[in-house]
């Protein structure tokens, strides 16, 4: 999840700062230096454009081919620069070097809006070292750092990770789209998945079956690598490509998917070849006739049949590898059906890898895949669920620990309180969710008491914000904060609703709730009127902002905020999961507006009317929602069980 959970360039105020992004245009030149497929400029203009619209500096850096000598003019970026100029309609200032005293001085005369592209990076054999000293030069060009090069991001290099040492740093559109397909695809896929593997050799892809292995429906084998499984299963192979020493590996993973109820498909027949040129002679053979002398070089039509049929029943597609030497037209068939089925499929198919995509490309049925990985060797990797360097250092978006809090109201007994968590205590032992208890205050000791040493922290649903005084049947703080209670639950509807709770009195417990070293769970929320009436959001913003009149922003990113629509409390009628992140969003915006971005990404904000066992885990997985606050479901300890382990 950590990949896939990152910020974007959406997530951090670009506004009039200089913006260094590391884009892959490591495009082909000809003879003459001029660019002969500008895809990879073109794929990186999305980025690029919502900086200058939204008032960056944009400072561009890249490699281009393996320069090894420091500058030479047949690496320069310049018609990269000139390229991308064209396509944005707008000058794009060409530095001399990259870090030098030509680059230096155009980075700090850049104005809002305008776009200058640095020299090569790798003139600097400090790049691929990814040295320190080199990483701070740069960095000391930008005060942000955004990756939207998918295609190193497998390379820790100064300009692709050591950067993020310096600067914050966030992913670009292009980046964001790679994890947003791989990373669902390989966390949460629509089924039946399948996974398509080809190319030359079992050694370059062990890792990615590996991983996908326990991942996949189907895993469908082509191409080369086909040869090391079909001898393993004692077929024989005649002169076709195999790794001899990886026949048991390949026996092993066959056993694995047999045991986990994995379909793993071979060829059934292939087109032989005898030598490994494109005008050898060529026929059919089936896989248990393959004749000596001959060598599989594609996959034959009953091959062809049994593969496309089962990707056309996939949800999701996964492909990397060609199916054939389809670099040898006599040899493209399999690979040209494969990208035809998957393209015909209907689901939501993912491409990766140099001769994958060349072939859906070249074929025309590039806009009918879902998905193609701009990343030769990093989408393999990615496929592989090892953790880019480039990724890796990217700030995560959303590290907030889910809440799942109980509120009891008005119920048990101080002794039917302790047995209570006595029997929670192990069933919530290994909760990802923070885990609290709101209970009545006679409880509050011998709950506490109860809970030592466990992952059980408590509540209080309320506290006055005086020190103490006459105010008969009142808390104050620091009775609560003696008997060692974490939270206190202020402004809820239903004391402001029966006890002349307001969002001024909701802000002088906040205070107090601080002042006695604990935390507060503020509670917002609108009647069935007012939503009906429109007037929701602006009475959230209200409510959160006077809410927090005076507090910090330390304070902000340690308390937490539940938004509670009045109408769906007890009455067993739930917002839908869109409307809870809506409002959720709202408070959050409402957060970052008053504070910054950083305190927004921190506070907790949590969503509670009716919350079940069967709804928290959808809602809990909504962007802007952080956890529950829980009312009946939390007096029962199946549901507070299934609710506090939502994510499992
Ligand atoms: N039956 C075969 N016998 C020998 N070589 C094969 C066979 N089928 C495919 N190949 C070779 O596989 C190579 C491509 O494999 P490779 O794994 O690089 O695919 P890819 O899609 O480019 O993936 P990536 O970009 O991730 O490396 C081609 O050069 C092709 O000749
Ligand atoms: O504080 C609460 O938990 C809310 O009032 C929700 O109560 P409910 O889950 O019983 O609707």
């Known amino acids: 999840m950590g990949m896939m959970n990152k910020k974007t360039i959406e997530d951090i105020d670009v506004k009039g700062k200089k913006v260094i992004v590391r884009v892959d245009f490591n495009v082909p030149l000809d003879e003459n230096r001029k660019i002969t497929d500008d895809k990879r400029i073109v794929g990186a203009l999305p980025t690029i454009k919502y900086l200058v619209e939204n008032g960056a500096k ?233 004749p000596d002398g001959w060598m599989g070089m594609d996959i034959g039509s009953l091959t062809i049949e049994k593969f496309s049929k089962e990707i056309k029943k996939a949800k999701t597609v996964i492909w990397n590898g060609p199916m054939g030497v389809f670099e040898f037209p006599n040899f493209a068939t399999g690979t040209k059906e494969v990208a035809k089925a998957v393209a015909e499929s209907g689901s939501i198919s993912i491409v990766g890898g140099g001769d994958s995509a060349a072939a859906v490309e070249q074929l025309g049925f590039a806009d009918k895949i879902t998905h193609i990985s701009t990343g030769g060797g990093a989408s393999l990797e990615f496929l592989e669920g090892k953790e880019l360097p480039g990724i890796a250092v990217l700030m995560d978006k959303n590290s907030r620990k889910k809440i799942a809090a109980g509120n009891w109201k008005m119920n048990k007994t101080a002794k039917e309180a302790v047995e209570f968590v006595e029997a929670l205590k192990p069933r919530v032992a290994d909760a990802d969710a923070e885990v609290v208890v709101g209970v009545p205050f006679v409880c509050i000791p011998g709950v506490k008491s109860a809970v030592e040493g466990s992952n059980i922290k408590v509540a209080a649903q309320n506290m006055h914000w005086e020190e103490k005084g006459a105010f008969t049947g009142e808390i104050s703080g620091s009775m609560l904060s003696d008997l060692g209670v974490d939270y206190v639950i202020i402004g809820h509807s239903e004391r402001r609703q029966y006890f002349a709770e307001t969002d001024e009195t909701v802000n002088k417990k906040a205070h107090a709730v601080f002042k006695y070293g604990m935390t507060p769970i503020i509670c917002v929320g609108e009647s069935l009127t007012q939503r009906e009436q429109g007037i929701m959001p602006d009475l959230i913003r209200y409510q959160v902002k006077i809410a927090l009149l005076g507090l910090d922003a330390e304070q902000v990113k340690k308390l937490v905020i539940a938004y509670e629509p009045i109408w769906a409390i007890g009455t067993g009628k739930t917002a839908t999961n869109e409307q809870a992140n809506e409002v959720c969003a709202i408070i959050r915006e409402t957060v970052k507006s008053l504070y910054d971005g950083e305190t927004s990404d921190s506070v907790r904000i949590q969503y509670g009317g009716s919350v079940t066992a069967a709804s928290a885990g959808e809602l809990f997985s909504m962007s802007d929602i952080d956890g529950g606050l829980v009312g009946g479901a939390s007096l029962k300890l199946d549901d507070f069980e299934k609710i506090a382990k939502y994510n499992k």
């Open 58 to 290: 944009t400072i561009l850096v890249s490699h281009l081919g393996r320069p090894k000598n420091g500058f030479e003019d047949k690496y320069s970026m310049k018609p990269t620069a000139e390229r991308l100029s064209e396509l944005l309609g707008k000058e794009v200032v060409m530095a001399a070097d990259v870090i030098g005293e030509d680059a230096k001085a155009k980075a700090a005369s850049l104005k809002s809006g305008e776009v200058l592209m640095l020299e090569n990076v790798r003139f600097h054999k400090e790049e691929e070292k990814n040295n320190a000293d080199f990483a701070k030069e740069l960095a000391s060009l930008a005060e942000i750092f955004v990756n939207d090069a998918f295609g190193t991001a497998h390379r820790a290099h100064a300009s692709t990770a050591g950067l993020a040492d310096y600067l914050p740093a966030v992913c670009g559109f292009l980046i964001q789209k790679e994890l947003n397909f791989m990373g669902k695809a390989l966390a949460n896929p629509a089924r039946p998945f399948v996974a398509i593997l080809g190319g030359a050799k079992v050694s370059d892809k062990i890792a990615v079956i590996e991983n996908l292995i326990d991942k996949v429906d189907t895993l469908i084998i082509g191409g080369g690598m086909a040869y090391t499984f079909l001898k393993a299963k004692g077929y024989k192979i005649g002169n076709s490509i195999c790794e001899n020493d990886k026949i048991d590996l390949a026996k092993s993973l066959m056993e694995k998917a047999e045991k986990k109820g994995i379909k793993l498909m071979l060829p059934i027949g292939s087109i032989v070849g005898q030598e490994f040129k494109n005008d050898t002679e060529h026929k059919y053979v089936p896989s248990d006739d393959m």
